[in-house]
């Protein structure tokens, strides 16, 4: 689940919640899952992993990382990401660019404590997508903080990434293939409506 | 559905077609959809989309595109992607990093035979991703091309993409978090074989 604080009023968000809306009444397994597509300017490389798409805020997409893992340096060599959602029961892509930063501190704070403290004990044990030698040890880590760690206490290499979009495609597949493409762009402070071609 | 052509022996192949058929066995939708991210060198930002992953044959992963699309330009400008596939059924993300190039025009010319024609009459009629001006007029096009187009002929600017990994990422959700992540990375003619931390 996808937890909305508050509906942003702008065209693209209306289109959005409709789409969430119908996904959610299928029984959408996964429905917060995001996949988030960044540049590592070191490596000169793409990368993309899913995340849990948390929250959306009125217009602000909000996630949750370690800030050590390699998404996190991607975002630092280069803020600009897409995001897409694919709703499989709906058959239903949603494309979104955007600029990509931190959460605050506060809000990371406030938002750990109201975690479950099996989530905050993996959040502080793992060193995200580090080499390991074995799953196991994973395990041992795992179960090692659980006992020892205060798991209301966000540490500083934990918290969430936000980011409001300039640019939503939506992709609405067709058994004929006339897939219905329509887009949003920000100008100039209004958004810019289109379609394109499938 | 994925066609497996002939199936490679290496390693990593091996753990995709067990999930795969795990995947199958558990209906999973849209099996196929396969998320392909490219790199603008020109725009400076990162894409993402997802296409239909048609046929894995050996270790060539093969999906078809039009040739003048924006991913083919990616492509062009920066041939290095990720591709990512997500099976929500069974909680699975396999995360693949390869170069991509053109498939032969006659392997698309034989393909594109062997389709139903009212697919090729769109792949024939669109303009992919061109901006137009309303989706009646995506329809329009599409019926005049089903009457007046040749629908064996594969044009030259459609056809198909390869490429084949040298890295694979296999992720398993857990409910615990505790997600198993399995790597394989091809250095000197060989896998290696890792795990990461969840």
């Not at 395990?139 to 020892?148: A, G, M, T």
Request: aromatic share 16%; hydrophobic share 35%.
């Amino acid at each position: 689940m996808i937890e909305f604080k508050n509906i942003s009023k702008q065209a693209p968000y209306k289109v959005f919640v409709n789409l969430y809306n119908r996904s959610l009444k299928s029984n959408q397994k996964n429905i917060e899952a995001i996949c988030i597509a960044s540049y590592s300017l070191n490596n000169n490389e793409v990368n993309a992993r899913f995340v849990n798409l948390k929250f959306i805020n009125n217009n602000e997409f909000i996630f949750f990382s370690n800030y050590n893992s390699p998404k996190s340096k991607d975002f630092t060599s280069h803020n600009k990401i897409t995001a897409l959602i694919y709703w499989n029961n709906i058959n239903v892509q949603i494309r979104m660019k955007a600029s990509i930063k931190k959460t605050t501190k506060d809000f990371n704070n406030a938002y750990f404590a109201t975690r479950d403290f099996k989530k905050n004990a993996l959040a502080i044990s793992s060193n995200q997508s580090q080499v390991i030698k074995s799953y196991e040890s994973v395990q041992k880590k795992y179960k090692r903080s659980l006992k020892n760690d205060d798991l209301s206490k966000c540490p500083d290499y934990w918290g969430g990434y936000s980011f409001i979009p300039f640019y939503f495609e939506f992709w609405e597949g067709h058994d004929s293939r006339l897939n219905k493409r329509e887009t949003f762009e920000l100008c100039d402070n209004h958004w810019k409506h289109g379609f394109l071609e499938p």
